[in-house]
């Protein structure tokens, strides 16, 4: 008997289809961000990262062209089991012989290169506009400026990213989500908190009056509740963007868990949110005693996150998207462990007893429950990794793979 035969056997004892959960997951689509490549930086401008948000780093090999990021999410999606999508930052225009365009006059065709990769490799894509590194971010401030040419500016180039959102839709015969994240914020005690959320809530609802089609794009807005240099107050709290996600049609919240408190949790979040939205979208990530953005693991609280999506049944109600930068390590094996961490972790949920677990919660039986939960911790999951990663053609171990081409490509740039 092979070690996968006595895995199946062992977790169909608790009432669990290994090779059921290995189909479904095959057919679950997460959003690679194509951010990790290059420190957050993008095609579009010299200047730094800002913000408020930092990469901290400098491990040679970065793709500094669109041809070497390409070639490196190549070879992140060959050693990635799973279905994916591209996310693509609206700074990583790709801009042709007709020269460069500033971000309010930005076009689908800016974007080409990135839909002839998606299709080519038959996946979706999503978007971000960008609200960062960029000189017309004026005291910090974007959408909610108190320049009217400052959020003009960038209402603009909101909307050009709706109908580019809308192009990828098109496309590529998968829906775009469009994520709206701006580090709009203060350093020190404000001295009004209201009129900046005000004229937030204004551009974000100008932005949104680009026509578009709801079931082709899906914007989101993502909440923070503080960056580098914006400590004491970011516009887009989390109160705000939920509040602005319920009360406008077609508008989903987006959770990043790297922008809470340090003892709050998204995974509780997860399942209070479906209650309400009919679909959420995630930013998965791993802070390290702040929004540090390190490379996802295969930790409790990111099994936690994605065992409430599966056990609220919600796979097909969240888009899942990775948000991390590491520039301290070779940035492919970031890209790899990230992704296959969340891999790991939905397999796993797909591999927990949901309903019996919860049927020991409604009876009461929580000495049972507490003593189920710690018994399936210690089932043989390793083996059920390995065939799902058999089954999608990559294999479980690929250090070898990173170091090959890190020797024959990356020490070369
Ligand atoms: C920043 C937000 C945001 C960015 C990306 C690059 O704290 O998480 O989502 O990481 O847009
Ligand atoms: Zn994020």
Redesign the pocket.
């Known amino acids: 008997m092979t070690r996968y035969q006595s895995a199946k056997e062992i977790y169909a004892k608790y009432g669990v289809d290994t090779d059921a959960a290995i189909e479904k997951l095959k057919t679950v689509p997460v959003s690679l961000?194509c951010?990790q490549g290059d420190d957050?930086i993008g095609f579009d401008h010299d200047g730094p990262l800002t913000?408020?948000?930092q990469t901290t780093g400098n491990y040679p090999g970065k793709a500094t062209t669109p041809q070497q990021l390409f070639e490196d999410m190549d070879k992140v999606i060959s050693l990635c089991p799973g279905a994916k999508k591209i996310n693509v930052?609206a700074c990583y225009a790709i801009f042709g012989e007709d020269g460069f365009v500033d971000r309010d006059k930005l076009e689908p065709r800016h974007f080409k290169k990135w839909v002839d990769f998606a299709k080519e490799r038959k996946m979706g894509l999503d978007f971000?506009p960008?609200f960062f590194s960029h000189p017309m971010v004026k005291n910090g401030l974007t959408l909610s400026s108190p320049d009217e040419n400052v959020r003009k500016f960038w209402i603009e180039h909101g909307k050009a990213c709706i109908r580019i959102s809308e192009y990828f839709a098109k496309e590529t015969g998968y829906p775009c989500v469009m994520?709206i994240?701006t580090?709009d914020g203060l350093k020190d005690i404000p001295a009004d908190r209201y009129a900046p959320r005000m004229r937030y809530k204004e551009s974000i609802e100008a932005i949104l009056a680009e026509p578009f089609d709801k079931n082709l794009v899906k914007p989101c807005v993502?909440s923070?509740v503080f960056?580098i240099g914006v400590e004491s107050y970011t516009v887009g709290s989390a109160e705000f963007t939920l509040s602005f996600a319920a009360t406008h049609d077609g508008c989903l919240p987006l959770m990043?868990n790297?922008?809470y408190h340090p003892t709050e949790v998204v995974s509780d979040k997860i399942p209070a949110l479906l209650c309400y939205y009919p679909e959420i979208a995630l930013?998965i990530?791993r802070g390290v005693r702040w929004?540090s953005?390190h490379v996802l693991l295969f930790d409790d609280e990111t099994k936690e996150m994605a065992k409430e999506i599966v056990r609220c049944d919600a796979l097909d109600r969240v888009y899942m998207a990775l948000?991390y930068?590491d520039a301290s390590i070779n940035r492919i094996a970031a890209w790899v462990v990230g992704f296959r961490s969340w891999q790991k972790a939905l397999l796993s949920a797909l591999c927990t007893p949901n309903d019996a677990l919860k049927k020991l919660q409604d009876n009461a039986e929580f000495s049972k429950l507490m003593a189920m939960q710690e018994e399936i911790k210690t089932l043989p999951f390793g083996d059920i990794w390995e065939k799902y990663c058999e089954r999608c053609g990559v294999k479980n171990a690929f250090f070898d793979q990173i170091e090959k081409y890190e020797k024959e490509v990356l020490s070369k740039r």
């Open positions: 961000h951010w957050v913000g408020g948000i930052h971000n960008t994520n994240w580090g993502e923070k960056g990043d790297g922008h930013h990530t929004d953005d948000d930068f």
